[in-house]
């Protein structure tokens, strides 16, 4: 799996379907085939990404996206 952002293959499992890259310090939910993006906020807080890496004409679909665990 590599990192959407960054293409980093810097990540670690942190969810039974959440990992977080290293590289850019962002939060990936994977679900089926559907990923969300999220930015962790100094609060700990998340604010999602997806506007930014899927837009509305672009499906949040990822075929070769592959979880291993």
Do not use: A
Request: proline share 6%; charged share 20%; hydrophobic share 30%.
């Amino acid at each position: 799996m590599r990192c959407p952002n960054c293409n980093s293959k810097d990540i670690g499992k942190i969810g039974s379907h959440q990992f977080y890259c290293w590289g850019c310090f962002i939060e990936l939910t994977v679900n089926g085939e559907k990923m969300s993006v999220f930015q962790v906020e100094e609060d700990g807080t998340l604010s999602s990404l997806d506007d930014l890496f899927f837009g509305e004409e672009m499906p949040q679909e990822f075929p070769s996206v592959q979880v291993s665990p």
